[in-house]
């Protein structure tokens, strides 16, 4: 059976031959493990890209596959990070407390010690103790298990009310947005419990290991991130591989159709949704200890546009497709906006990168649309002898998701 | 014979137009029936009752002999139940092989956990292959649905309903778009599998229908206007002023 998965699927082999190529390369250009050419920095950016990549697989699985637009998936992303900030937060100002207090003359007690972390983390919001959500922050383990559950569950509730309400197309979509949206309102007020607009920081500091030099985390992380984008794009392999992805393409482009099958519709919706946010969790708990901050503006709207953006730009409907989007998306993203592109000047207006690129962004979006909807990822048809069906235009599905001519392989 | 699907009662509007009043039908568990009427009669809206698509204002729709109400049921529900529906335009999912569609239609458990874990077996492969033979796509399995000709979509759709295993087959205007040879077979798919199901064909093709040869249900603005043989029908006065007007 593994045998003609891999078979089946030859992207999977190329992708994690790449990637390892790739996670071994930087270690050994890095600072903290090699020659010291990639700076510290750039291993926690090229890290935090794998996570970026991550999500967008996610997104490709529940748009490109199960054409659901959604719009909200950074707010699960964000959720993951909130998780295991927590801990870090906790856990990290807990080693601190009891350092400073080892000085007293009468040792200190528990309760003591619960009271100066709290009074650490929320005397910025001005309160002295911690509120209900923290209740787990002193255990890593069930923290962990948060980072599953709680974009889980938010996602299965969420997706229960939407699709058993038969909310499809860019309803969904504004919905997504009006979720992520609520949500980010609500962590910005200070009685949140998650320290309104300051949000979580420090996340860098791993706790009990201080010793241990950012340069050396910031490359266990990258190996971190690499595993799970490994996993998590052979799980998405696998799921799209068989006939489970068969419905799901076929609620893409017929929903009524796989209903009239006698598939519920709903229930496979809920499935995808769901899963693709605990994929989105697990890549927001890797990500935030490697940005080293989380606050609500993580969960803005325009976030999960974004990702969108991106998973277009790369090419729907393949999960290469929206990793080459990703990363391609994010690394460039971050070079325009790092103030180091030179400006252009044209006599009377002078571009400058960190506010044009965004323009530019939305643009090549459009055009990637409107004349390559293959994106990125089409260029690799060029070698593989892809080619695209000749329809006269027409959609492969009457529904608003389906996939387009030009997306599909003849 | 027993009774498999009885309407009873049945009216629906839309915006204030009776689209269905007060329809009553029946069919046996081993039945073909033609539906006939010319249009905006309501063949189609019986469908979409029958199939949950659309909910009735009144009436009962029962189903089996335990003659459990549909009306509560989802589209899939029903479909799970034993109802097959084909469209009046073929559809089929056009970016998927012949054998993923049929594949798709194959009666097995439809829960999202039980496909995920769905492993092809040689007696589905097999069963896939009996079935694209019989609707004369045996080499066709590996080739993208969307670009099949008309007839072979038809086809296609007609093979995933017999996959589908129903018990009560509702088949929209199978013949259109088909050639006379396609059309013999077509009949002869229909009358085989009303040996072992009940078959309902809706079609405004009188030749079609003289082939089938069966029972005939006339609709006419919602309601059934006469119901016998093709011949018997036809010679029925109000019929012929329904169909060739007043």
Not at chain 1, 168 to 185: F, K, N, R
Request: net charge negative; proline share 3%.
């Amino acid at each position: 059976m593994e045998r003609t998965f891999l078979v089946r699927n030859p992207s999977v082999m190329v992708f994690i031959a790449l990637l390892a190529v790739f996670t071994i390369a930087v270690t050994f250009l890095s600072e903290g493990l090699g020659t010291g050419f990639v700076s510290t920095a750039m291993v926690k950016t090229l890290g935090m890209t794998l996570c970026f990549c991550l999500i967008a697989i996610a997104m490709d699985l529940v748009w490109g596959y199960c054409g659901i637009l959604s719009l909200g998936h950074f707010a699960f992303f964000g959720l993951g990070g909130y998780m295991i900030g927590m801990w870090l937060m906790y856990a990290r100002t807990e080693d601190i407390v009891v350092a400073s207090l080892a000085g007293a003359e009468l040792p200190p007690t528990d309760s003591e010690i619960v009271d100066a972390i709290a009074t650490q983390i929320f005397g910025v919001v001005g309160s002295d103790e911690f509120p209900w959500v923290w209740a787990f922050a002193d255990s890593l383990l069930i923290q962990l298990i948060l980072v599953v559950a709680v974009p889980g569950l938010l996602a299965l509730v969420f997706g229960w009310l939407a699709f058993r309400s038969r909310v499809t197309g860019v309803y969904l979509s504004i919905l997504t947005q009006a979720m992520t949206l609520a949500l980010a309102l609500y962590l910005f007020q200070n009685d949140s419990g998650l320290r309104g607009n300051n949000g979580l920081s420090g996340l860098q500091n791993i706790p009990g290991m201080a010793d241990t030099p950012q340069a050396v985390l910031s490359v266990w992380f990258l190996w971190a991130s690499a595993v799970a984008l490994a996993i998590g794009y052979m799980f998405a392999a696998w799921v799209v591989s068989g006939k489970f992805g068969s419905v799901i393409r076929g609620i893409r482009d017929d929903e009524a159709r796989v209903r009239f099958l006698g598939y519920p519709v709903e229930g496979y919706k809920l499935f995808v949704f769901t899963i693709t946010a605990v994929m989105a969790g697990i890549a927001g708990a890797l990500y935030y200890p490697q940005a080293g901050i989380i606050n609500p503006a993580e969960v803005a709207p325009i976030a999960s546009i974004y990702l969108a953006v991106w998973v277009a730009i790369g090419g729907r409907g393949r999960l290469y497709g929206a990793v080459i989007g990703a990363a391609f998306v994010s690394l460039l993203s971050t070079w325009f906006t790092g103030g180091r592109v030179p400006n252009v000047d044209l006599g009377f207006y002078t571009i400058e990168w960190v506010s044009w690129w965004q323009v530019a962004l939305g643009v090549s979006f459009v055009l990637v649309t409107l004349f390559a909807p293959k994106g990125i990822g089409g260029l690799v048809d060029l070698f593989i002898n892809r080619k695209t069906p000749d329809r006269h235009g027409a959609d492969l599905g009457p529904d608003t998701g389906s996939l387009r001519e030009k997306e599909a392989d003849a | 014979m027993s009774t498999l699907l009885e309407v009873a009662g049945v009216s629906v509007s839309f915006d204030g137009f009776k689209a269905i009043n007060n329809l009553s039908f029946e069919i046996g568990e081993a039945e073909l029936r033609a539906i006939i009427g010319p249009n905006g009669a309501g063949k189609t809206t019986f469908m979409d009752i029958v199939t949950g698509k659309t909910r009735p204002d009144e009436g009962q729709v029962l189903w089996g002999e335990t003659s459990t109400s549909l009306l509560r049921l989802s589209e899939s529900q029903i479909a799970r139940a034993g109802v097959g529906r084909k469209f009046q335009r073929p559809t089929v999912f056009e970016d998927q092989s012949v054998e993923d569609n049929l594949l798709l239609a194959l009666k097995k458990n439809r829960s999202p956990f039980s496909v995920l874990a769905f492993k092809k077996s040689s007696k589905d492969v097999e069963a896939i292959a009996d079935l694209a033979d019989e609707i004369g796509l045996g080499d066709q399995l590996a080739r993208k649905a969307g670009e099949l000709s008309h007839g072979q979509k038809q086809w296609l759709e007609i093979g995933m309903l017999l996959a589908q295993d129903p018990q009560l087959l509702l088949v929209d205007e199978p013949a259109a778009g088909m050639t006379l040879a396609e059309r013999e077979h077509t009949t002869d798919i229909l009358k085989q599998a009303a040996k072992t199901r009940a078959v309902v064909v809706v079609e405004h093709d009188m030749e079609f229908v003289r082939r089938l040869d069966c029972k005939v249900t006339v609709l006419h603005e919602g309601s059934v206007l006469a119901e016998g043989s093709l011949d018997h029908v036809t010679q029925n006065q109000d019929v012929i002023d329904v169909y060739l007007g007043r």
